[in-house]
Structures are given as C-alpha cells and as structure tokens.
C-alpha cells in the first residue's frame, strides 16, 4: 500500500499502473476513514482521492466540506499510509493542501478551461515540487488542455500529468463525458512526456458502464486511473451514481484483462496509432453513408424532375478537381481516381 510508493518515481518511470481511488467528495470523517479502510485492502491504490471544495453547476448543492475534511485526510494517510490528492482551483485551496501535507494535487475540468485560473494557480505553485495532474477541459480542445500543462511547466513544475475525464457533447451519448479517445492520443503524441491516466468515473457517470470504460483504458495504454469510491456510494453527497464501494473496486480489478504486465511504450505508441486508424476509418464509413444518403435525395429529384441519372460533366467535372486536390495533399491521383469510381459507381445504383 501507500507507504513506500514514490510518486515523483513514478513520473520519471511511469511502468506500473498508478491507482487513484477515493470519493468523489469528503464528507465526514466516518464516511472517508471508512472508505479509506476498504481501500487499504486493495494493493494497487496507492492513493487517496478526496473532493474538499466541490465546483457544482447549481448554487444549492453540496459545495464540499472546506478545510475540515483536509484533517480527516491528513488522518487517513497517517492511519492507511495512502498518498492524498485534492483538487484545487484557487490559489487558497493551493496553500490548504499544502498545509495539511496534501501529497498531490489535481486541477478540474472546469477550471481548465479557464486560462486566468490556470495561471494564477501556476504562479502560486512557483518553487514547490508537489506533482499536479491537469484534467481535460470540459470542451474537446487539446489545445487548452496543453496550454495548461505549459502554464504548470513554465512555473516549473517537474511533476505533471494529465487525466483523461472525457468531454461535454451536445450530442446524446451514453457516456456522461463522452471519451473522444482521439484527444488524449493527440495529446499523448505532442506531449510525450506527461503520464495519462484515466479517470473512468467522470467520463461513465454510472457504475454499469465502470468495468468497460476502464477495460477500454487499459487497451488504449493508460498508465493509471482515478476512479471514485464511497462507503455508501447511494447516499453520496456527490456524483451517487458513479461511486463505487471499495469492494466493488477490487472485484473490478479482478476482471479487468491486463494484456502485459508492464506496458511498453514503444508497443504503446502502435496501439495508439492503429486506435487512430481504426477512429478515421470509422468516420470515412459515416461520411460515406452520409453520401449515399445524399446521393438517394439527388435520385428522388433526378427522377420527379425527369432527369437523367448520369450526368456526365459533373462527374468529369468532380473527378478531376478530387484527383487535383488528392495530388496536391499527397496522395496517389490513381488511387483517389479508383476510390471516387467505386463510391460514383455505388452512388448511380442507388439512384437507378
Ligand atoms: C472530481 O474529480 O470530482 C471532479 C469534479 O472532476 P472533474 O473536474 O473531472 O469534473
Ligand atoms: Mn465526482
């Protein structure tokens, strides 16, 4: 458990999975001991997780506990020998952590967002050596995401990371933070540097979709996760839904596949990639249906207008502007001749 494990080795070595666990908020000192007790039984958590200020879309909910609950934490690390992690948002919170031995600190998705904030807290960070993780902002932007990474690296942090906690989409998905792995992959690949952990709490928003998200996350080279725990997860304060008890974190270890011990990371960077084959392709099968789609309303027209369905100078017309700009972006003119053959050819049938 937590007593021997170096984080800041971690860093330097990230080979074994670093696990986060704890809840999502603290809420009393009996319901984070207990939490913690369970905790201590799970060999993998090396560190203690605990929400003490809470950023909460609507003024009337529960706002975390506040410095108190850095006590109860502070209590829990002497007991169970658990690292603790909170996470700040204003430089105040930064000097209570500190001030109760906070090991490591996070930074929300909601205050990444914000460049003032992420700054602020850089420069209040100035001269200490505490490692930070930096979530993903709530927007899908990997530039904001690495924008904050930088503002932590030009005050000169040496330990930071990254949590993947997934995205807001205006789109129904059934995630409550829509993954949208291609972002932290793009983020992996200009920042080689910074560790990636995924937090599969934030990103599934309920217990039922854990077990798969995080299998996902192991699959994609994730190199720890943070996933939130409760004593009495149905009567959590906070995020209810998605709490787990330490119980059913074990159990859950127990089923996730580790396909290799240690992961390497030169087998990593070709997961990742072939990940990102495997994205693109599955988008061009969604524009190409989206096409055909198209294409169909074009023979409805065609045929209520009495049109032919060849039309042969737009067709000479489009394929030789697609094999022009295939040219110019690289690609071989007769293969994207070959491609838009296929795809004309499939598109005519649909329209006879
Ligand atoms: C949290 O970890 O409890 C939290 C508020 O996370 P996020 O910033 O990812 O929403
Ligand atoms: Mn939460």
Known sequence: MGESFDIREWFLNPRD?????????????EQLLATAEGLSKIDRVKVLRGGIWKPRTRPEAFEGIGEEGLKWMQEAKQRYGFLTMTEV?????VELALKYDIDILWVGARTVVNPFSVQDLADCLKGCDIPVFVKNPIAPDVKLWLGAIERFGGAGLRYIGAIHRGFSSIE???YRNAPLWEIPIELLRLRPDVPIITDVSHICGCRELLQEVAQKALDMGTLGFMIETHNDPDHALTDAKQQITPDSLKN???????????IDTDEMVLQ??????????????NLIAKRMNISEKIGDFKKQHKVTVLQMGRWKQILEHHINKGVNLGLNGESVKDIFEIIHKDSIDRQL
């Open 172 to 174: 129904e998905t059934s």
């Open 17 to 29: 999975l670093l696990v986060i666990s704890g809840p999502c908020s603290v809420e009393s000192r």
């Open 272 to 285: 990742n990639l072939r990940k990102e084959i495997d994205e693109i392709d599955d988008e061009l099968l």
């Open 252 to 262: 859950a270890f127990n089923r996730l596949i580790f396909r290799k011990k240690k």
């Open 89 to 93: 948002a204003v430089p105040e919170h």
